[in-house]
């Protein structure tokens, strides 16, 4: 992808230690190390309601924390997305920050007489980081990777965002600190493709 630029994480990781929290401090510190600026967002200690309350028939004013964070996604060429898969698919706080930022107007357009909106996120990039108990090829083959496809096809590129690389890491339970240094290694890797 080539050059330098402004690098937005989105974590949807719990509070405190964690995993997640690990891995997006280490996105955010090799792409810090290659010259990148990064700005990263952690959802749990953003303050705003999660909930779509009428659809888009009425608009439902953002909170400041929402202003913000469309404003960072809006000067990004590159998003990270770091987030466990619960239940086959994104965490509650993931899918409403989707839902209340990604509106009609600031991620899309819909176009009278058309099928599909303009997509207004267009010349950015992302990487897709998710986390689960579940083995990631028994994720992708038996199941079919909702958790990773709803933000890749049906979210990001559905905006114009790409291209999107995603990466699964798994089983967490009961994985060993070996393990979860490699895991760190391969996310490394991954921002160093940005």
């Known amino acids: 992808m080539g050059g330098m630029k402004k690098v937005l994480v989105i974590a949807a990781h719990a509070p405190g230690e964690s995993l997640g929290a690990a891995l997006a401090e280490a996105y955010a510190d090799q792409a810090r190390h290659l010259g990148h600026a990064v700005t990263h967002l952690n959802l749990n200690e953003l303050r705003f309601d999660p909930v779509l309350r009428r659809g888009y028939r009425v608009e439902q004013a953002l909170e400041p924390d929402l202003t913000a964070a469309q404003e960072s996604i809006r000067n990004a060429g590159h998003l990270a997305f770091i987030y466990p898969v619960w239940w086959g698919s994104v965490p509650a706080v993931l899918k409403g920050f989707i839902d209340r930022v990604f509106l009609p107007g600031f991620a899309f357009k819909y176009q009278p007489g058309k099928s599909f909106p ?14 689960m108990d579940t083995p990631p090829w028994y994720f992708r083959w038996i199941y079919w990777a909702p958790g990773l496809r709803q933000m890749k096809k049906n979210t990001l590129e559905f905006c114009g965002i790409r291209p999107v690389k995603t990466l699964a890491l798994g089983p967490v339970l ?3 600190g070996k393990r979860r240094e490699q895991w760190m290694g391969r996310v490394r890797e991954l921002a160093e493709i940005i």
């Open 174 to 176: 009961g994985s060993s």
């Open 118 to 131: 303009e997509q207004l996120l267009k010349g950015r990039s992302a990487h897709v980081v998710a986390t």
